[in-house]
């Protein structure tokens, strides 16, 4: 029966299929999302207060990414919990003393907190919610694409099933991609690189890798127009652009900052400019604003030329998180994230790759071994 609390959103995504060559083409499909229905004054502030409790109960913890609700992000914050992109979340999990983790954000982020914490319980407010890019990539269809080129370095974005997880090498996240295929690169790796083209074509712009691109892209970045975002540009002079790099190379090419949510985040901080025109999901200016009382943040434009606008910057499955479900899952233990154990033995290890790479990064060097005869992972 359907849940009359709950509105239907239809979207588009962009699914790669393989041609009898081996290289993906896209195709449009359908999918939904639904949309919570926003909760009362007083409903608001009693599930607050039963999440609270809850989570104490329970022995849980909440992470929340930047692009859900306000509320979400507030409320992990609030009770000890974390708000920050997918594999930090993960990896805060991990190192948590809680026993349950509560997931706010996509699919694959429950699957890669599970996959780092395979003993404790991973919960989700819905388990429908997906990603434009893990749909857009599926295990199979992968799996064929990467035997097509067995030369080749497989590197997969962290917006990934665990299955794909699983066929890689090495995963990473817009905050470390430069540097791993930068340092591939040094050591002759080509690379095959899945599963957002945009992010893939910046980065081997940046390092001029030697890459094959599977041809995914995110519906919310996606979106942003460079011929609008100039106009936007001519009326706010002097705002700084911040562009996260699942944009189109167009929009990348008129940023001041280019980086994940976390660069962005940095870049609005230490630059002194009073506006900034932000090209990534409409989530981040919850946070942008929090940090940056005196500063001014507008939404990148989705209108224009050639516009759906089937986004409008906000993703509609991180929409489907709910305070209602949260209270809900915490309270019945309702969708949890389950992981095939073998299948997480072996997505764990080119996530476990990355971490031992941005670690020995932060101290100053990268030894050779990190990225070396990793064929017979």
Same mark, same amino acid.
């Given at each position: 029966?359907?849940?009359?609390?709950?509105?239907?959103?239809?979207?588009?995504?962009?699914?790669?299929?393989?041609?009898?060559?081996?290289?993906?083409?896209?195709?449009?499909?359908?999918? +939904?999302?639904?949309?919570?229905? $926003?909760?009362?004054?007083?409903?608001?502030?009693?599930?607050?207060?039963?999440?609270?409790?809850?989570?104490?109960?329970?022995?849980?913890?909440?992470?929340?990414?930047?692009?859900?609700?306000?509320?979400?992000?507030?409320? &992990?914050?609030?009770?000890?919990?974390?708000?920050?992109?997918?594999?930090?979340?993960?990896?805060?999990?991990?190192?948590?003393?809680?026993?349950?983790?509560?997931?706010?954000?996509? @699919?694959?982020?429950?699957?890669?907190?599970?996959?780092?914490?395979?003993?404790? @319980? /991973?919960?989700?407010?819905?388990?429908? $919610?997906?990603?434009?890019?893990?749909?857009?990539?599926?295990?199979?269809?992968?799996?064929?694409?990467? #035997?097509?080129?067995?030369?080749?370095?497989?590197?997969?974005?962290?917006?990934?099933?665990?299955?794909?997880?699983?066929?890689?090498?090495?995963?990473?996240?817009?905050?470390?991609?430069?540097?791993?295929?930068?340092?591939?690169? #040094?050591?002759?790796?080509?690379?095959? +690189?899945?599963?957002?083209?945009?992010?893939?074509?910046?980065?081997? @712009?940046?390092?001029?890798?030697?890459?094959?691109? +599977?041809?995914?892209?995110?519906? /919310?970045?996606?979106?942003?127009?460079?011929?609008?975002?100039?106009?936007?540009?001519?009326?706010?002079?002097? &705002?700084?652009?911040?562009?996260?790099?699942?944009?189109?190379?167009?929009?990348?090419?008129?940023?001041?900052?280019?980086?994940?949510?976390? &660069?962005?985040?940095?870049?609005?901080?230490?630059? #002194?400019?009073?506006?900034?025109? /932000?090209?990534?999901?409409?989530?981040?200016?919850?946070?942008? @604003?929090?940090?940056?009382?005196?500063?001014?943040?507008?939404?990148?434009?989705?209108?224009?030329?050639?516009?759906?606008?089937?986004?409008?910057?906000?993703?509609? +499955?991180?929409?489907?998180?709910?305070?209602?479900? /949260? &209270?809900?899952?915490?309270?019945?233990?309702?969708?949890?994230?389950?992981?095939?154990?073998?299948?997480?033995?072996?997505?764990?290890?080119?996530?476990?790759?990355?971490?031992?790479?941005?670690?020995?990064?932060?101290?100053?060097?990268?030894?050779?071994?990190?990225?070396?005869?990793?064929?017979?992972?």
């Amino acid at each position: 029966m359907t849940n009359p609390t709950l509105s239907h959103k239809e979207v588009e995504y962009e699914q790669p299929q393989s041609e009898l060559d081996g290289g993906p083409v896209c195709t449009t499909k359908q999918a +939904w999302a639904r949309v919570p229905v $926003a909760p009362t004054t007083l409903e608001r502030a009693a599930l607050k207060d039963k999440i609270r409790r809850l989570l104490k109960e329970k022995n849980a913890v909440m992470v929340s990414h930047y692009y859900v609700h306000s509320d979400l992000q507030d409320l &992990a914050e609030e009770t000890g919990g974390l708000v920050s992109d997918s594999l930090e979340m993960a990896r805060f999990g991990r190192d948590h003393a809680a026993t349950t983790l509560l997931v706010c954000g996509v @699919r694959f982020m429950g699957e890669t907190a599970k996959i780092l914490s395979p003993e404790k @319980r /991973v919960l989700m407010p819905d388990l429908d $919610a997906t990603c434009s890019l893990d749909l857009g990539c599926p295990a199979d269809e992968f799996s064929a694409f990467c #035997d097509a080129h067995p030369d080749r370095t497989v590197v997969v974005y962290a917006n990934t099933s665990a299955a794909v997880k699983a066929r890689a090498d090495w995963l990473v996240t817009s905050s470390c991609a430069l540097d791993i295929v930068k340092a591939l690169k #040094d050591q002759g790796h080509k690379i095959l +690189w899945a599963p957002d083209r945009h992010l893939g074509g910046y980065i081997q @712009r940046e390092t001029g890798a030697d890459m094959v691109m +599977w041809e995914g892209s995110c519906i /919310v970045h996606d979106e942003f127009k460079s011929f609008e975002l100039q106009e936007l540009l001519r009326e706010h002079p002097g &705002a700084k652009v911040l562009v996260h790099p699942e944009s189109p190379a167009a929009v990348v090419a008129l940023a001041d900052a280019v980086g994940s949510t976390s &660069a962005i985040l940095n870049a609005a901080r230490q630059m #002194d400019a009073k506006e900034f025109i /932000v090209a990534t999901d409409n989530g981040m200016m919850h946070k942008l @604003r929090t940090l940056n009382p005196g500063k001014t943040f507008m939404e990148a434009p989705t209108s224009g030329n050639s516009a759906t606008c089937k986004s409008c910057a906000h993703c509609p +499955w991180m929409a489907m998180n709910g305070l209602a479900d /949260v &209270a809900r899952v915490l309270e019945t233990g309702a969708n949890e994230i389950q992981v095939d154990p073998a299948l997480g033995l072996r997505a764990k290890l080119p996530i476990d790759r990355m971490l031992a790479f941005t670690a020995a990064l932060k101290q100053g060097s990268v030894p050779k071994g990190l990225v070396a005869h990793i064929g017979a992972a």
